[in-house]
């Protein structure tokens, strides 16, 4: 039900509402599909709608990418992924290739599949032993705050997680290896975590020695939240996807929409076999979402949205670490573009987490809400059980005066959250009965 209250979006639902919640031309775009054709089947039609989005986003075939096939969701183009990368070995002749290699801390969706190749710890527990796909192992993420040593360089940080990929490759045997999958700015698991300087580059060139292909999920990080219409883009001369999902801001929530982006060497392999893709879903390439998201993505281009969002990106990281660098509870902050992450702890020198009963991070979420602000809300970020942290993602165009607000509304947001909690750790037992800070 309503209450009438206004909210002022600072994660845009999950990072999708990336041109806001209204948008003229993008209701045209829609009503005008809608006159013409609401639906047709795939396997024997198309629509103008879904050429002309897949000629918008391919065109020039950027980095390689030359082929899309659109879904309704992120974790459908996750499954969608990992079907084309299965078909593409047995169209060459390469079917041992079964296994799947992922990192820790990461998140790919909610499908049975999708959820088997990441380890959102709490969404995977009632499925474990039962759906889980089993032919998945794991890496390292790129997590410096916890996992970078003292003194090591962000290079030599980079080169060790290299080698552990590579060493996992080889346990695996890597004409075993099928796939390796990464976002190339964490998301919902952990917060915005990116990796260290050479360290895609190193990845890349591992996963082209060995024949294995390489999976990119931009689902939440992608179509310019980061400040390049590619999150990847901005990890070093030589770095391409194989496969590259995307959802979200692709379709920005006028629409359900995902979509998987096929490199030239992918689609070769499969006119070098059966030139036919085992896989459908009904509303594949929906005519009505295909239009709403190539009207998200003219709106992006035309009003240069991604370049605003590099812009605006570098005003938010200060005002961040600004804001929030010295706070008693706040460990890290990071990201890029308009899309970051502040991890909260309970000691910063040790980088101790609050235990989950003390709820943190829905403190901070039910605080901002009540002053008109919404973040987008994680837990578990440590190590899965432990851990709290917020991403702060808002509209591409969100006016500056919104922006200067929503600095406001979360630093006083966070200094009430600050004054309760340490109200509650100094008087532990009268927290238990509701009654902390009232002595």
Known sequence: ??????????????????????????QAAVSEQMAKVCYTHTVAFTTRAAEDLADYILHGKPHG?????????????????????????????????????SRRRSYHGNTIGAMSVGSHVSRRAPFEGALMLNNVSFVSPTYAYREQLQGESDEDYGSRLVQELDDEFQAQGPENVMAFISEPVGGATAGCLTAPKGYYQGVRQLCTKYGIMLILDEVMCGSGRTGTYFAFEQEGEGVYPDLITMGKGLGGGFAPMGAVLVHEKVVRGFQSGSAWFV????????????????????????GRLVERCATKGKWLENALNTTFGNCQYVGNIRGKGLFWGIEFVKDKATKEPF?????????????????GLAVYPGAGTADGVKGDHIIIAPPYNMSDADFDAMMRLLKDTYDTVEKDVAAIRQHPRCAEHGEAGKQ
């Open 355 to 371: 235990e989950p009963g003390l709820r943190f991070t829905w403190r901070i979420v039910d605080e901002a809400l009540r002053r």
């Open 65 to 101: 990418l030359c082929r899309a096939f659109f879904v309704c969701s992120g974790s459908e183009a996750m499954d969608t992924a990992l079907k084309l990368a299965r078909q593409y070995y047995v169209e060459i002749g390469q079917p041992k290739r079964t296994h799947i290699v």
């Open 279 to 302: 896989h459908s879903h009904t509303y594949q390439a929906h005519g009505v979402g295909c239009a709403a998201a190539l009207a998200v993505q003219k709106v992006l281009r035309r």
């Open 1 to 26: 039900m309503s209450t009438g209250q206004r909210v002022l979006d600072a994660c845009t639902g999950a990072a999708v509402a990336i041109i806001g919640h209204s948008d003229p031309d993008v």
